[in-house]
């Protein structure tokens, strides 16, 4: 369960006040995986980072239970200067698993080959992407926060992203931000309509898809 409560954030953008996330006041279900949907700039990826405790909001709290992942994709949850390995070996330790075991998973699964022994600053987007994605699906979590990440890599490596994913599903919710429907479709069961600071549940995906692409027409 994750509940919202007079949830507000706002940001500075050429010297005026930007209001992304407005006295927001939802509380979203357990056993759901749930599609985020808005327009570009809307505030999914400040939103996610709010949960997952990365952002402070400017007012309100965000209570939930379980365990939640880090924006999965969110490259500032690395250090630049550490390897691949080091960053995972930290993680480990956070979050309390076993490091060996998560460290084992994430080099076979990100196939990053020796740079998983490099520093990170020396990765491209696309390699912080896997190993973010790696790490992630290396600890198993109540709910998984996932921004596009399913689609990194090339068609081989995107294949094991999405069946890794769907296996994590069988036992956790997600929150997913999406731009294809059809990814969308294939691993949410619900969906949340972020607008104009407010965000609406929908129990129907179809409607909460629906709902957004007649906010976009």
């Not at 924006?71 to 076993?98: C, K, M, W």
């Not at 740079?115 to 709910?143: E, K, Q």
């Not at 994913?165 to 949410?188: L, T, Y």
Request: charged share 25%; hydrophobic share 40%; net charge positive.
């Amino acid at each position: 369960m994750i509940r919202f409560e007079n949830l507000t954030k706002s940001f500075r953008i050429r010297g005026e006040r930007k209001v992304v996330i407005d006295n927001l006041n939802l509380a979203l279900p357990t056993g759901k995986s749930l599609a985020l949907l808005g327009r570009n700039g809307a505030g999914k990826s400040t939103l996610l980072q709010m949960i997952a405790g990365t952002m402070r909001p400017d007012s309100g709290r965000i209570v939930t239970e379980g365990s939640i992942s880090w924006p999965v994709g969110f490259g500032g949850s690395f250090h630049r200067e550490l390897t691949g390995a080091q960053n995972i070996r930290f993680i480990a330790r956070i979050y309390g698993v076993d490091t060996d075991g998560l460290l084992a998973f994430v080099e076979d699964f990100a196939e990053l080959g020796r740079s998983f022994h490099m520093p990170v600053r020396s990765y491209s987007s696309g390699m912080r992407s896997r190993l973010g994605f790696g790490a992630s699906m290396g600890i198993r979590f109540d709910t998984y926060l996932v921004d596009e990440t399913t689609a990194v890599g090339d068609a081989a490596f995107r294949r094991k992203s999405r069946a890794v994913f769907a296996d994590r599903m069988r036992h956790s919710d997600a929150i997913m931000v999406n731009h294809s429907m059809n990814q969308v479709r294939e691993f949410c069961n619900a969906g949340i309509v972020l607008e104009n600071g407010q965000m609406q549940y929908f129990e129907d995906l179809e409607e909460a898809i629906a709902q957004h692409q007649a906010l976009m027409a």
